[in-house]
């Protein structure tokens, strides 16, 4: 059913009807994005999305049971762009697709200014992240972030040394409004302090201000 609402709405869909065939064909071509659905025959799609991130950062939205928070919060500790509860409305799946794939392209006509603010060097047009070791002005090497994680950051490091609300994060980076009970953004904050570790005086590069939202902080900013 989703397939054919899907082509409908002019989308190529490739199925897979479980975790091996998803793998296989993963490993034989490229996808914009990836819907998975966590209770997959044979490798679950926990185990799929694994997999798939020790490699690449395609964008993926996670279909879950209703009211399973824990597949949810292991599915975005595993680095997952977006999650649906099933049984889902094809059109609010489709929303949520348009949603990730309009982050992961970028307007031709519109270039993306670089961001660099400490350790931290930022391509947007790229969607390059690299961290400086200290004292050096070369990278060592670019930090893989998956769509969302690069969204949010950048978000943040826009706005760095102000609050970023939770509401703006889930407008801007997400694409819907913020639920009450969804925290897809806390797991992806959480994802980005253990990829970036803390700056070089032990400071937390992220603060959070608990009902209200998010602030980077600038080691400039630091007393």
């Not at 998956?146 to 969204?151: A, I, N, R």
């Not at 806390?186 to 201000?209: C, F, P, V």
């Amino acid at each position: 059913m989703l397939k054919e609402y899907l082509e409908s709405e002019q989308c190529r869909v490739t199925t897979a009807s479980n975790g091996h065939e998803a793998l296989r064909l993963l490993g034989e071509r490229d996808f914009d994005l990836l819907v998975l659905d966590i209770m997959m025959p044979g490798p679950s799609g926990i185990e799929v999305l694994k997999q798939i991130r020790t490699t690449r950062s395609t964008p993926v939205i996670m279909l879950t049971a209703r009211g399973d928070d824990l597949d949810r919060i292991i599915g975005l500790e595993l680095g997952a762009d977006d999650y649906l509860a099933k049984p889902c409305n094809p059109r609010e799946l489709y929303a949520r697709i348009r949603a990730v794939l309009r982050r992961s392209v970028p307007p031709a006509t519109h270039r993306q200014p670089e961001i660099d603010l400490d350790d931290l060097h930022m391509i947007p047009d790229r969607r390059e992240l690299r961290i400086r070791a200290s004292g050096k002005s070369d990278g060592h090497g670019p930090v893989s972030l998956t769509q969302t994680e690069f969204d949010l950051l950048y978000l943040l490091l826009q706005h760095a040394g102000s609050l970023v609300s939770k509401s703006e994060i889930s407008a801007r980076v997400l694409g819907k409004p913020l639920s009450q009970w969804d925290r897809s953004i806390d797991m992806h904050i959480s994802n980005l302090r253990k990829k970036l570790g803390k700056h070089h005086n032990g400071r937390e590069r992220i603060q959070t201000l608990r009902g209200s939202g998010y602030i980077y902080r600038a080691r400039a900013n630091e007393p």
